[in-house]
Every structure is written in structure tokens, then in C-alpha cells.
């Protein structure tokens, strides 16, 4: 059965008075059913014969709320996006005149209109953009859920197990995914700061398990983009762990910036991993298989390959920082060749680099060999008179994790 406006308006008092939170977030998403209903009611309805007629018909300010959700609906079916996205941000900057005097009972409406407005944002700058028009959605979005962060935290009256910080790490979530689709991400140190100065807030370890997962995805993220390996990898490894089985896509873009720094501390993944994962096989097969052979040609080849999607990911400098893990497992086969030998002429290596395509002089084979030793891949040093490696009776190739060089 159809649903009319004045049944609309009736339901979503009703809601509003038994506190049902499931049940308002899902009155006011504009893809819920009756959204279709409500289009078809009011043809070509404005803002101000909607007022004109409904206004005061419902508390303030869900009156307004209403009409917007109508308007919201109308720009969607006739394929608005820009305008469907200024009515939903002026829906939302309503709702928070309610929010801020209410309970945790609201989260799962803020958390479904925050998700809409993040969505039509998008569509909209889509849109300006396929016309060669210019459109700062994404950003102004990013400026509305920062607003709900700051509502959240503010909470000081409601009870703990009601809080409205409850929602914290969603918005959150949601603020760092804004920034990082604008390509804003310096932004994020802001509200990231914001967060860790209000000791108020429960442990992240109590809030449900998706809104840790994403937190700690972006941070992870962040620390990635900042070099700092070790903080991105255990946030990342925390995320991937935490994340729902049946999240596949979720696994896969974690795994995405995780499996290299797993590869960077000498790791390599398993068949099994890789073959859950066909996209990220596709991608990185050629790198594993290349470091496990030795094989720099075929390495510096994957690198010419996907050199394009590397970059657009943000993993080439990554990629190619391991590219002495190749060099590393190339020199150990000489020195397994040479029944593990504690001196080996510079020569040998030489050879061994002009056999997989690498055309260097001698004198640049024996830096090849320094570089491995200063950065810990290998341990002894280079007799320049005998032009001889000498390497150490234990332990000559540390494991990559144990190495006592830093991560590069």
C-alpha cells in the first residue's frame, strides 16, 4: 500500500515518540519505498508550497525535516544529484538541532543520513564533472559530518550506556573517507587530534567491531602515507583480523597496502591467501614470484607493468623499495652455491647480477654488495685489495624481520 505524506508525517511522529532509531533512519533514506510514494504524491513539489501547506503539522523541527525528505526524493527521481545534495545537507543540518538534546537513540539515524549525504555528495561532484563543471560536494560534506563528530563528543548529560559518543568512530570512519576521496587527507590530522584529546570517550575496543575496523584502516592508512611502516602495518593487520569474513572487498583493500609491508619485512604471503584473493593475485604474483627466484629483470619488469595502478594506489615507492629483497634473495643463491663460504670474490656477484639481464660494471656490482650489507641484508664487509666479500661464520643473511638496518 502506498504511503502518503500525512501517513509519512504520522509514522515518523510515532517513531519519534517511542524513540526507535532503526525505524527513523529508515524513514528518512530516500531509497526506503515510500520515497517512491511521495514523489509520485507531490509531481513537481517546491520547498515553499510544501511549508505553506505542511508547515507546523509536527514539531520543530521535523516539520522541516519532512518537507526536506520530500524535496530530497523529488531531485533524486529527476536525477538532481547537486540539488538532491543541498536538501540533504540542510535535512541533516536540522536534525542536529534535535540530536544535540537527545540521546544515543538518534546514532542510527545520524549514521544513515551522514552515509546518504556522503553518497549523494558524490554522485553530485560525478556529475559537475562529466559536464566539465566544477563541484565541491565531497568537501562540504566532509564539513557536515565534522559538525556530528563535535555533537557526538559534546555529549555531557546522557548516560554512559546511552551516550551519544557512542557514535564517535563512525563519524569519524566517515570524515577520513571524505578527506580521502577530496585527496584533503592533512585534514584528518585535525579531527584525529581532536579525538585522542577527549579522554571521555570509551575504548575504541567497545565500540562495535565495523566502526574499529574502519578507524583503524585509516589510520593505518595514514601512517602508510607518512613512511611509518611499522605503526600502518600492525593497524592494518589489527583491521584485517577484526574484519567480517563474509566483507570480502573490505579484505581486499585492507590486504592491499598490508601484503606489501608484509613482503617489505620479508613475508611472503601463501598460495592459499593469495588465491581468496584473485584481483591482489593478478597484481602481486609477479613481485613475490620475482623475489623468491632472485629474479631482478623479471622484478624491474612487473615494476614497468603495473607501474600505472602502483601509482595510483600510492604503492610504487613501496614496490620498488623491495626490489632489494630480489637482490638479497640473488646474492644468498651465490653463497649457497658456494657451500655457504665466508669469502666470495665480488666477482661471483658480479656474474650472478649480469645473469639475470642487470649489465653493471664491477665496480658497480661491489656498491650492490655494500648497499646489502649497510642495510642489514647481509653481514661482513669488502675487501677492496682482495676484491673479496667477507661474511660472517653465523648468520651471514638475517632473517629481513630480524635485520638490524631500519626499515627504509
Known sequence: MAMTFSTFIMTLAETIQSENGPNLAYLLRPTSPHGKDLVKEFRNPTRETLTSRYGGCIESPWDDIAIRYVMVTTHIARKRAGEAFNEQSQLVSQFFRYFINNTGWTLPALFSMLRDLRDLAFDADNYAKYNNQKSECMESAAGVVVKAFSNCMTDRTSPPSESRKWGVY???????????????????????????????????????????????????????????????????????????????????????????????????????????????????????????????????????????????????????????????????????????????????????????????????????????????????????????????????????????????
Open 170 to 408: 563512525y563519524v569519524v570512519g566517515l570524515v577520513l573517507k571524505c578527506y580521502f576521496r577530496v585527496k584533503r587527507i592533512s585534514l584528518s590530522k585535525n579531527i584525529l587530534r581532536a579525538l585522542n584529546a577527549n579522554p571521555d570517550i570509551p575504548p575504541l575496543s567497545e565500540y562495535p567491531r565495523s566502526h574499529q575496523v574502519t578507524y583503524r584502516y585509516y589510520l593505518g592508512m595514514l601512517s602508510f602515507l607518512n613512511e611509518d611502516y611499522n605503526k600502518s602495518e600492525q593497524e592494518l593487520t589489527l583491521a584485517f583480523y577484526q574484519c567480517y569474513i563474509p566483507a570480502h572487498s573490505n579484505q581486499e583493500r585492507i590486504l592491499t597496502y598490508l601484503l606489501p609491508l608484509r613482503v617489505l619485512r620479508g613475508h611472503l604471503p601463501t598460495r592459499d591467501l593469495m588465491d581468496r584473493f584473485p584481483v591482489l593475485d593478478e597484481l602481486f604474483a609477479p613481485f613475490i614470484a620475482a623475489i623468491r627466484a632472485g629474479d631482478i629483470s623479471a622484478y624491474d619488469a612487473a615494476l614497468d607493468k603495473w607501474e600505472r595502478r602502483l601509482l595510483e594506489l600510492n604503492l610504487w615507492l613501496t614496490l620498488e623499495r623491495a626490489r632489494e629483497l630480489c637482490i638479497r634473495g640473488l646474492f644468498r643463491r651465490v653463497w649457497v652455491a658456494t657451500d655457504q663460504s665466508t669469502r666470495i670474490p665480488v666477482s661471483m656477484f658480479h656474474c650472478s647480477l649480469r645473469l639475470k639481464g642487470i649489465d653493471v660494471s664491477m665496480e658497480e656490482a661491489e656498491c650492490y654488495v655494500a648497499n646489502m650489507i649497510y642495510q642489514g641484508y647481509m653481514r661482513g664487509y669488502i675487501s677492496h685489495e682482495k676484491k673479496m666479500v667477507v661474511l660472517a661464520s653465523a648468520n651471514a643473511f638475517p632473517r629481513v624481520a630480524d635485520r638490524s638496518a631500519p626499515l627504509p
